[in-house]
Each structure stands twice: as C-alpha cells, then as structure tokens.
C-alpha cells in the first residue's frame, strides 16, 4: 500500500478528533472535549449538536443504522442496530438522530447475564454514551460505544467498573504526582497495548469439527507426528494465505482506527499473534474487542477460520493475550519510566513500589481476572506463566530494591554523603536489559509491566479494570501518608523500606515454568491458584470487597452478581464441552470403529476364503487392539454420560456445582478423550471421520 493510501485510510471511519474539530461548532467542541479529556458531566445541549453531525457525517460514510454498542458480562460485544429514519406526516422520512438516543439507550437487558442483579432490581438495562471512546462507522451502522448498565445502575458490564477504576487510579496517582511538586498534569491515565494470540485453520476442515464448531477447541486429536518442536514456526515466514489474511485484516483494523502494528507467526504451528500500539485502558479494550471480531471475519472471507479460544489444540501452545500497561499524565509522562533525575528516580520507585505491594497483596483478585476454564489449560502447563503470579523485575531494578531494603537507600554509585532516596541515582535502564524472561506472569519491560496470564479469548476489561483499582489504592495509602508527613523525603524512603521488606516475596527473577519455583513459591507463601474454580471465591474475600467498594469500582452486590456469572459460565462450558464430545463419541467416532472393526473382519474371512494358507496375524492382532479399545471407549462414553446426567442431583450452590463439573465431569472426558486419541491413531484414515491435527496444523 502506498503510504499516502496508509495515511488517507487511517481512522477513516472513526468520528475523530479532526472530523469533530471539522463539524462541531467550536462552543461544542470545546465542550465535549472538556468532557472526554477532564470527565466533565456533558451539557444535553451539546448532545443534541454532536449527535446531529455525527449522523450527518455517518450518513455520508454510507451509515444507515446507529447502535450502542456495549459489552455485557458474556465476555464478547452486543448491538442493537437502529435506522435514522423518521417519519414524518406527509408519508415520507427524515433521518433523525437526537442527543438523547447518542446518550442513552434502553435495551432490553433480560438476555444478557446479571448474576441476579436483575432479579434484585429491574429488569430494564440502559446504555450510556461513553464520549472517551470514538464512535466509528462499520458495515453502514454507526457503532457508539456505551457502558451498560441496570435501572439502579449497577454495572451490567465490563466497561463501566473500568472506567471507574481509571477514574480512581487517576485520583490517587494525581494526588502523589502532586506531593512530588507535578502542579501541570491534570489525570493520569492507564495505558494498555494488548498482544493478541490466535490460530487460523482451514474452513473446510474445521466445519467437520463439530468441537471446534461448538466449544472453541478440539475435545479429540491424536498428537501428530510434527508437532511444535522444530521450532520453526516462530517468526518464520508468513505464508502467502496468511500474509493476505492480515494484509485486508491491517486495513480493516486502521480504518477504525486501530494501530495494528506488529504481525508475527507464533510458536505453534498455524498460531500468529498482532499487537497494536498501545492507546488508553478503555480505548485499548475497545479496540480489542473490535480486532478480534473482525479477525474472525476476515478470517472466514479467505476462507479461514480465527481460533481465540486459550488451547485449541493439546500438546501446541496455547494463546493468551499479554497486557502491557502503564500510567502516564495527560502531558505525557510515563510513570512507569525510570527517568534521568534522582528527583524523577524517586517518585518512579514510589510508583514502581506501589504496584509491587498491589500485586502481592491481590494476587488473588489478579488472578481472578484471567479465569475462565479455556486458561485453565495454558496456565501451569509450561507454555504459559504458572498460576502463580510473581513479578520480574531484572536484575537491576531487584539489586537496587535489595539496597533499599537493607539500607533504606540505594548507595550504589554513590560517593558518601546523606542515603537519601530522592537523591540516589539510578542508573539509566536499557529495555532490552529488562526484557529477557518469558515465563514470568508480570514482567517489568522498560516502562511498562507486561501481564501475561490473560486469555487470548477474554476481554482484558477485567483484567485492567483490577490491576487498576489495586495500584489505586496502594498509591492512596502512599499519598495518605506523604500528605501527612513532616519530612517528605524521610517518609518517602521509609514507606519504600516497607514495601520492600514486605513485599519482595512477590520478586522472582528466573524460571518460571519450573518445578522448583512451584515450591520456592509455596516456602514464600504466595497463592498457588491452578483452577478456575478455586480462583472465582477471591472476587468476596472481604480484602477484595472493601477494595472494590472503596474506590467506587465495585460493589459488594456487583462483585457477588460477578461471581454467580462467572461460576455459571464455567459450569456451562463444561456442560456443552462434555456434551459435545459425548455427541462426536456416540454419533462419529465409535461408528467409524466399528466400521473399521467390520472391515478388518472381513478382510480375515476373505483371507481363509481363498483357502490359501496365508496368515491373518495382522488382521487379528489389530481386530483384538481396536475391539478392546471399541469396548473401554464405549465404558467410558457411559461413565461420562452418567457423571453428565448426575450433575441434576447435586445439592449446594453454585460453587459445589461448578466443582462438580470441574472434578468429575471434566476429569470423564479427558479419561475418554484419551482413548479415543488412542484410536485414532489405528484406524484407517479415511474412515476416521475427523480431520487430525496434522491435517489442521499443517495445512493453511
Ligand atoms: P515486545 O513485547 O515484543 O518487546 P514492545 O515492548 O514494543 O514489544 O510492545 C509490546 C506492546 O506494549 C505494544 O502493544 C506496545 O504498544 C505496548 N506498549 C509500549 N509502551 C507502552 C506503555 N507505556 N503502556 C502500555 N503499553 C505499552
Ligand atoms: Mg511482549
């Protein structure tokens, strides 16, 4: 593409800044810009006018429907579209579009998930314009993006509790900013560049997986000979298919805006991964959103098929999604940056400090954020950060923590003289120096943390909206106490001392995947949390609750409704996993077994038919393998099936039932899976009715 194209296209369809500089009065572009660069309330009046030349301009983009668009606690987006068209009484119509429809919506919010909220409340769901995320133009509808909400407002969704955790963050971390002697920045602002992870396979052979069809991965597939151990996939050239695939995906991607910006090959065969550059915590989820819907849609107009699920294949590496995040003031300061001055050093270990003592204290909250049951499969399995979350830090950084842990100063390279924090050099950090461990879950990179636990299907909403909320309240502690101190620089080096001393259990430099640090891990006393199930009961510790409530994220009913969901939806997917792989079992597998068993049966009759003294031993050894293998599979499809059927007749909560799928169900279908896998690899491959890995892997 020329780079004139690049640039003509680049936000083309997104109602931006330009475009709104271009069309609004400048009273209500002043206004409005008030609202989404300070959070001011919105003036209706203003509404009224952004709303009309936003139609105004859709409408030339080829729009014919509006939609809030939304995002409800199932994980992926909802829309309603909706026509401008009016009319009017002489029998024909207008277009029409009022500030009271760009603000609010009423959907109906029966539908969507609510953990009970709705049973509570109301059964009405409202919408709200969030003005901090550009309204874009997609296939002719004018998507506004919107927070959801109940009649009460509780949070029905995953955008609202992030807003207000960047609201809180943004508080709190003015508030330290200040005590630093920042007069200048207004907010802080969290920043987010998420790197996504996906499979793409051929769409012929995925349609005859009912598996991938229905729950995202495979529930059978023998290993195939090739697997990912060449380790020639990474970075490797990008085959032609693929190239174009992201070549319209690119396109599709900077039209609205998105800053796709490095596109790779990953480490499984057929698995890829696309990072964008980084933009604010909202936006980023936003846009996150949005590229993996189109990818699924790209992926199929070439005929592809997007796998998002965490593991969609067994024994290849997973995806997952790694969330890089900062802070940064609106004029522009990274606080993550370690800076050049000892003025800059200092208020950089305060931040720094502040998210180590956040992690460590809520690394159950964290870990909760990236629960779902496709995680369970990558993390802990030596392809993905272990369940437990630690923090790498490189060396550098952990030495001069070290130092101020034992002297409550960083002496490095000083001559002598006063061990004051705020005067002690650190010395210039290379990223590259930073960035050399891969298996740790949260990894400083130079001005950033890098969280890697996050599912490659899973909006990173939660997962912000948390680490947000945590690193809000470890700053408001922090600011309580410097607003109060009488030596500002003696308190400062005091509170770094504690933070340290009480904290650098969290720090861990070498191998994650490794089985020493598992108990390592444990000596230190940090949560060893390898399930979904077990991770989903930290959202109602009270830690975690009064957390939430403080700072306006949460409330205890919006976190218990949480919980239900979340505990619902792995229950579900393990019912519908189980479910499935019952289906394929009884209606596919075995059928094609028998038919193999029949055809090497008859191969042994018509050997002794011809009455020539040949041997049959092939025959029958094979028959007796796959004939005992045919009778465990089928003992196996009922043993899934009864643990499936009883699931009814469990009593308790929601927790014993999601626990019942996790320890009974779920453990069914891999010991019939693993038979099934066995088979696999006996029958004639033109029987078996599956496409195999290799074929899935190899092929695209
Ligand atoms: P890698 O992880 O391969 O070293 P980079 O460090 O360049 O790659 O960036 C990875 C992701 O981190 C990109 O999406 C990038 O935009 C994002 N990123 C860079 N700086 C920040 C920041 N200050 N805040 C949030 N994300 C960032
Ligand atoms: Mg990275």
Redesign the pocket.
């Known amino acids: 593409m020329q780079e004139k194209t690049l640039k003509n296209i680049f936000r083309e369809n997104v109602f931006n800044d330009a475009v709104m500089r271009e069309r609004l009065p400048k009273q209500t572009y002043n206004a409005l810009r008030k609202t989404i660069d300070e959070g001011l309330p919105l003036d209706p009046k203003v509404a009224d006018v952004v709303a009309n030349a936003m139609k105004d301009w859709a409408i030339e983009k080829g729009a014919t429907h509006f939609t809030h668009w939304f995002q409800p606690l199932t994980g992926i987006t909802a829309e309603k579209h909706e026509s401008f068209i009016s009319p009017t009484p002489d029998g024909k119509v207008i277009t029409e579009f009022s500030g009271k429809e760009l603000i609010k919506g009423e959907p109906d919010a029966s539908s969507f998930p609510s953990g009970g909220l709705r049973a509570t409340f109301e059964a009405r769901g409202y919408t709200a314009w969030d003005c901090t995320s550009p309204a874009f133009v997609r296939d002719n509808v004018l998507y506004i993006p919107t927070a959801f909400c109940s009649y009460t407002g509780e949070a029905l969704d995953l955008k609202t509790p992030l807003l207000r955790s960047m609201e809180a963050l943004s508080k709190e971390a003015l508030r330290v900013l200040r005590l630093f002697g920042n007069t200048t920045s207004k907010r802080v602002i ?6 996504q992870e996906y499979f793409l396979i051929d769409k012929k052979l995925y349609e005859k997986r009912k598996d991938l069809i229905l729950t995202g991965r495979t529930l059978f597939g023998a290993k195939p000979p090739k697997g990912q151990e060449m380790e020639d996939h990474y970075f490797g050239t990008i085959r032609e298919r693929v190239s174009t695939f992201m070549k319209e995906l690119d396109e599709e991607l900077w039209k609205l805006g998105i ?1 796709a ?2 596109e790779h090959n990953e480490v499984a065969p057929a698995q890829h991964e696309l ?5 604010t915590t909202n936006i ?1 989820t936003d846009h996150n959103q949005l590229t993996m819907d189109i990818m699924k849609k790209v992926a199929l107009r070439n005929d592809l098929v997007c796998l998002l699920h965490e593991k969609p294949f067994a024994g290849v590496n997973g995806s997952g999604k ?1 969330n ?5 003031t609106d004029d522009g300061i ?1 606080l ?2 370690p800076g050049k001055t000892p003025h800059e050093n200092a208020q950089f270990l305060v931040f720094l400090c502040s998210v180590i003592k956040a992690i460590d204290e809520y690394a159950d909250l964290l870990r909760v954020s990236c629960a779902t049951p496709g995680n369970d499969h990558r993390l802990g399995a030596n392809e993905a950060p272990p369940a437990i979350i630690s923090i790498f830090l490189g060396d550098q950084l952990t030495d001069i923590l070290e130092q101020i842990g034992e002297n409550g100063g960083a002496t490095n390279s000083k001559q002598g003289g006063e061990l004051k924090i705020g005067v002690t050099t650190l010395p210039t950090l290379h ?1 590259d120096s930073t ?1 050399r461990n891969r298996t740790s879950p949260f990894a400083f ?4 943390f ?1 969280f890697r636990m996050v599912g490659s299907s899973s909006s990173i909403a939660t997962a912000n909206y948390i680490l947000n909320t945590i690193v809000a309240e470890v700053l408001s502690e922090v600011a309580d106490r410097l607003e109060n101190a009488t030596n500002f620089d003696e308190e400062v080096q005091k509170i770094l001392k504690e933070i340290v001393t009480n904290h650098k259990r969290v720090i861990f430099n070498g191998n994650g995947y490794s089985e020493e640090w598992v108990k390592e891990a444990e000596k230190r006393g940090l949560p060893n949390i390898s399930s979904t199930v077990d991770a989903i009961p930290a959202l109602l510790k009270d830690k975690n609750v009064k957390v939430m409530e403080k700072h306006g994220v949460l409330s205890k009913v919006e976190l218990e409704s949480r919980y239900e969901i979340m505990l619902e939806n792995y229950t579900k997917t393990i019912n519908i996993e189980a479910l499935t792989m019952l289906d394929i079992a009884k209606r596919q597998l075995l059928p094609s077994v028998i038919k193999f068993i029949k055809e090497v049966a008859d191969s042994i009759n018509a050997a002794k038919g011809t009455g020539l003294d040949v041997t049959v031993d092939a025959q029958s050894d094979l028959l007796n393998e796959v004939s005992s293998l045919a009778a465990e599979f089928k003992k196996r499809i009922d043993i899934l099936e009864n643990a499936v059927n009883n699931a009814s007749n469990i009593e308790g909560d929601s927790f014993a039932i999601a626990k019942y799928y996790r320890d009974e169900v779920f453990v069914k279908m891999s010991e019939l899976r693993e038979i099934g896998d066995k088979l696999e690899t006996l029958v004639d491959a033109d029987i078996w009715p599956l496409p195999t890995y290799a074929d899935m892997l190899f092929y695209v």
């Open positions: 969290t920043t987010v560049g998420p790197e800053s910006k490095t990072a964008p550059i980084f933009n980023a790694h890089n995040w900062s802070m940064s990274n993550l940056d990223k960035d990179t130079g001005n950033k890098e």
